[in-house]
């Protein structure tokens, strides 16, 4: 498929696909109305699988359209370094700096003396998915529906195992089911913010679109490093995750060559 659309044809379709991508996190989730033991090996396989999607989606959604865009080359390669950078230092920067719990690991960090806990997880929620909507947002922001259906599948995919892990500490934490649930579901409905964001951006200055493209690579990138891959190594479980992380990369890789 390699379709182009006009503007707001585009728009109209990453937002929608966008949110779509944002409530497979829901589905995900739906096992803790049926069981609550999941074991540490399975979550981290399955974390390690959306830590492979992740990286797939990034390195051939966002990487290789951002050289492309850039002109290919030195100067291809240069914006796309500079934008992987500045998204990476800015996710640091609002990780460091916004007062928020992680999700996973429940590490607390910014100055959140004045925050209820529940403010908290909203916070991390957003700070962890803002990237993947922006990247399905910049991923449609040249008209081409191919690359942003690619990246919006692959966010889906990864956010399966995200929904289900993020819904299991809250319910570790004492929430509960139901409302361990639309917690976690409200983890991808912030996605299509970060979409319309990255839309609004491209369509606005067109010239950007390879650095944008790299900026949300960078912060997917240190999402992916920061808190998904980590998160996989604390059980002893780690060549097992690593085994998910390899899988869920082919599987993502394949489908991006071969469906879209």
Do not use: C
């Amino acid at each position: 498929m390699d379709a182009i659309l006009n503007p707001e044809n585009v728009i109209l379709v990453g937002i929608i696909t966008s949110i779509l991508a944002g409530f497979s996190t829901g589905i995900g989730a739906l096992p803790i109305f049926f069981t609550k033991k999941v074991s540490n090996k399975t979550l981290d396989m399955m974390l390690g699988f959306a830590a492979g999607v992740m990286l797939a989606a990034t390195s051939f959604s966002l990487v290789i359209p951002a050289v492309e865009a850039g002109g290919g080359g030195f100067r291809g390669a240069g914006i796309t370094l500079i934008g992987i950078l500045l998204g990476g230092i800015f996710l640091d920067f609002t990780d460091k700096h916004s007062p928020h719990v992680h999700l996973l690991d429940k590490r607390e960090e910014g100055n959140k003396s004045s925050l209820a806990k529940m403010w908290l997880f909203i916070i991390a929620i957003t700070i962890h998915n803002f990237p993947e909507g922006l990247a399905v947002g910049v991923g449609f922001g040249d008209g081409n529906v191919s690359n942003g259906l690619s990246i919006a599948i692959g966010i889906s995919l990864q956010n399966l195992p995200e929904g289900l892990a993020v819904a299991l500490a809250l319910v570790r934490e004492k929430y509960s089911t139901k409302k361990a649930f639309l917690i976690a579901m409200l983890t991808g409905l912030v996605e299509p913010i970060g979409a319309f964001i990255g839309l609004l951006l491209v369509n606005i200055a067109k010239p950007l679109l390879p650095l944008i493209l790299a900026f949300a690579a960078g912060a997917m990138l240190f999402v992916i490093s920061d808190e998904i891959i980590p998160e996989t190594h604390k059980n002893g479980y780690e060549r097992e995750a690593t085994y998910g992380v390899l899988i869920g990369f082919v599987i993502m890789m394949f489908l991006d060559v071969t469906l879209v």
